[in-house]
């Protein structure tokens, strides 16, 4: 299962941060622990996903506030192989139920499991910007 995950994440933006191993574990640690639930499909051959990976997930700002108050669940979408069958049913019907056309597709869920936001592509936002607005979601 960790050879999976592995395909699922990026080496370099991810160093510090990881995703959890199934979207069932990444549910159980933001409820437990109150976090926000941070859920986002990325490819590897999108450049709008590798500018979020440089502009906001490498950044020293996102990465503080993502280890104390998110849960996240990362797919690769070029990755979906590597997944257990049953993780991959369930990202391909996530993918299908927030209609993600654009990468990286996010969604931000409460504890609760309530959907708090939801987006796709990447604008350039900066990261401090991104994190005030996840500040504000915080339970």
Do not use: N, W
Not at 17 to 26: N, R, V
Not at 72 to 96: F, H, Q, S, T, W
Not at 111 to 128: I, M, N
């Amino acid at each position: 299962m960790l050879a999976a995950l592995a395909f699922c994440l990026s080496t370099s933006a991810f160093a510090e941060l990881t995703s959890a191993p199934s979207f069932a574990a990444a549910q159980t640690k933001a409820k437990s622990e109150k976090r926000l639930l941070f859920l986002m499909f990325k490819s590897s051959d999108c450049r709008h996903c590798r500018k979020f990976d440089e502009k906001v997930f490498s950044t020293e700002v996102f990465e503080a506030f993502a280890r104390d108050h998110l849960s996240l669940m990362i797919y690769d979408v070029d990755a979906y192989a590597a997944l257990p069958e049953e993780e991959r049913r369930l990202a391909l019907g996530l993918e299908e139920k927030y209609d993600v056309d654009k990468m990286p597709a996010i969604v931000v869920y409460a504890p609760d499991g309530r959907e708090l936001l939801k987006t796709q592509g990447y604008r350039g936002t900066e990261a401090e910007k991104i994190v005030a607005q996840l500040k504000s979601m915080l339970p």
